[in-house]
């Protein structure tokens, strides 16, 4: 009830003041189209106070000072303010309760919006720069002129504003211009303002305000407000002449962002998302950032990814975040260069690398020139490879990434290209880019794990073999049919039928028709040998998924030995042979058809039931023999055999 009665006083409120409070504008339209909030504002709201804190600090970054040889500084801090503090709260206020919802979100959206309204102290954050340039223009507001970035920045949605000096625009981290609206999706109204201070010490404030397409007494309206005066048909600027929160007397921008979502309002997550994101700018002294009382520099950085209060510091357990690897990689290793081929040129990259046996997951940060991390890079088939690393470029190469990052600046793909032919390149640029990469891990690994000296093998294989034989059938797993099908039963499910309910049951079965039911084993196909277009029938060969507990491995410096259990399947260990295929699993389970070259990785290969050699092809090994329902390989390694590789196996009878 109390509720009802506050909501009610601040309605006769602003009717009262609805005259005289005109500071915030939103364009008539003949009639409402749009009843949805704006899409980004969903995108960037997903991306959390990280997103926040990186695109602002990256507009910070780019409004750099070039003739000025300091750290831009950006100061950010997280606090509470009075509502009334707030310019325009009664406009605003009227124009959120006009608001009609059309659907289950927006309808939603628009109570939250209401109900976050009421408080009397609401929170905030806001983003203060300096040593950077501002906005300029200000003075002349909504001018449409290309040297007035104010104009710009205020009132253009979808905009970049670029830069005359092509190299200085390469390195920008903007591209898009739809960063701006990340301040409006961290704010329950979805509202922000800009306080500015130019060249010339003129101090504005700007905001924006995104809700829905609405109507208010007899008109209709936009769903974009602007905090700014109307004179004629041109949106103006207000001279900064507001509560503390919004000063800003320094030459510079800064962002304030009331009524500040209660799951942005996180100090510790501020300073990860810094640290993540910027961890190159603030160690080469480009950028030094404060976050309320804790300053982040060159001279902190390590103190603070080393802290447990804001990372794991077990290297064993990072898996997800990996600033503080990649901290030390940078510091610590020197750059060494790769070269990828795209167009008519070659773009070089420095690659700082560093090789650990305890790093669970490998990922190459890779770095635009003002500093920021665009994404932690998966190296295919080498997502669980123990290496970190940091790949910086450029400016060409910068350029160039810029093309490929999504609108958040958190992705290199070629998803977001409409040009066949730049989709095409962009793709090969990436695929080679990870053939480049494979090379440094794969030459690391073997300089880690090297193959020297000669050894009497003889006992140990000896003992391996009969090891082999003795666990074989106590070790294994299943076999399955390549479609899931259960072709041999586990150790659990032998034992189970040996009870005598199951037993009279298999009696019955057997008994009737006198022989056994059918088992229900479907084959997924027939599989024919390259080049037979009429094979015969005897040539068409049935594809069996080998479960990886019925698959014994071993490797012993240049040799691997691998035995496959095949009893208790009818349909396989009846074979006298078969063909193998291998196919790689990377550590997210993910099989990669194709992908493993078998002439490329093994010299020869011993078929240890007959010692005689098998016929390699590149998917293939053929004509290998099934003894017993076993099958017993030796295969002699390359030298680039990868001998981190894990496989699904695959066989033909």
Not at 105 to 111: A, D, H, L, P
Request: aromatic residues 8%; glycine residues 6%; neutral net charge.
């Amino acid at each position: 009830m109390m509720l009802i009665i506050t909501y009610m006083i601040e309605m006769n409120e602003v009717h009262s003041l609805n005259a005289a409070d005109n500071q915030w504008q939103f364009s008539k339209i003949p009639n409402i189209e749009e009843s949805n909030f704006n899409k980004i504002l969903e995108r960037f709201y997903s991306l959390g106070v990280a997103g926040l804190t990186r695109e602002n600090i990256q507009n910070s970054l780019d409004g750099r000072l070039t003739e000025l040889d300091e750290p831009v500084v950006v100061k950010i801090q997280l606090g509470k303010v009075n509502r009334q503090a707030i310019p325009g709260m009664g406009s605003i206020v009227q124009r959120i309760n006009s608001l009609e919802g059309r659907n289950g979100y927006t309808k939603e959206t628009i109570s939250h919006m209401k109900a976050s309204m009421m408080s009397e102290e609401v929170r905030y954050i806001s983003f203060e720069d300096s040593n950077t340039r501002g906005l300029t223009g200000a003075k002349y507001g909504q001018s449409n002129s290309k040297e007035h970035t104010w104009g710009i920045y205020a009132y253009n949605k979808g905009v970049h504003f670029e830069e005359k000096d092509e190299s200085f625009e390469a390195s920008r981290g903007g591209s898009h211009g739809v960063g701006k609206i990340a301040s409006n999706a961290a704010s329950d109204v979805h509202m922000m303002f800009f306080a500015n201070c130019d060249a010339e010490g003129e101090q504005h404030l700007g905001g924006t305000i995104q809700l829905i397409e609405h109507k208010l007494g007899d008109h209709y309206y936009r769903s974009t407000g602007y905090f700014a005066k109307l004179e004629g048909s041109k949106f103006m600027p207000f001279e900064n002449q507001y509560d503390k929160i919004f000063e800003k007397t320094t030459r510079g921008l800064k962002i304030v962002i009331p009524f500040l979502r209660d799951s942005f309002y996180r100090e510790d997550e501020v300073i990860r998302s810094v640290c993540d994101s910027f961890f190159v700018s603030i160690m080469e002294k480009k950028l030094v950032v404060h976050v309320n009382d804790l300053v982040i520099d060159a001279d902190s950085i390590d103190a603070i990814v080393t802290d447990s209060q804001y990372y794991v510091q077990e290297i064993e357990a990072m898996k997800k975040v990996f600033t503080p690897l990649y901290v030390k990689t940078y510091k610590n290793q020197q750059p060494r260069l790769i070269e990828i081929p795209h167009a008519n040129t070659v773009f070089q990259f420095n690659l700082y690398f560093n090789y650990d046996e305890r790093i669970p997951k490998g990922r190459v940060g890779i770095i635009r020139t003002i500093g920021m991390k665009i994404e932690d890079f998966t190296v295919k088939n080498n997502a669980t490879k123990p290496f970190n690393a940091v790949l910086i470029g450029g400016i060409d190469e910068d350029s160039y990434l810029k093309s490929l990052e999504n609108e958040s600046h958190t992705k290199i793909s070629s998803d977001d290209l409409k040009d066949p032919a730049l989709t095409k390149l962009a793709k090969k640029f990436i695929s080679n880019l990870n053939k480049e990469i494979v090379k440094v891990i794969d030459e690391e690994m073997r300089s880690h794990n090297p193959v020297d000296g000669k050894i009497n093998t003889s006992d140990l294989l000896y003992t391996m073999e009969l090891d082999f034989k003795e666990n074989l059938s106590q070790s294994f797993g299943t076999v399955k049919i390549k479609n899931g099908k259960n072709i041999v039963t586990s150790d659990e499910d032998n034992k189970a039928e040996t009870t005598p309910a199951k037993v009279k049951r298999k009696k019955r079965e057997n008994d009737g028709a006198g022989k056994p039911k059918e088992s229900g084993i479907r084959r997924k196909g027939k599989a024919r040998d390259k080049g037979e277009d009429e094979s015969a029938a005897e040539d068409q060969k049935d594809e069996y998924k080998i479960n990886p507990y019925r698959v014994e491995r071993l490797l012993l410096h240049d040799q691997e030995f691998i035995q496959l259990n095949l009893t208790g399947s009818p349909e396989v260990a009846k074979a006298k042979k078969c063909n193998l295929k291998f196919n790689i699993i990377d550590g997210m389970g993910k099989e990669y058809i194709g992908e493993f070259n078998m002439k490329e990785n093994y010299s020869d290969i011993i078929d240890k039931n007959t010692s005689n050699p098998c016929v390699i092809e590149s998917d293939v090994i053929k004509n290998v023999s099934i003894k017993n329902g076993i099958v017993h390989l030796q295969l002699a390694l390359k030298p680039k055999y990868n001998r981190s590789l894990k496989f699904i196996y695959y066989v033909e009878v």
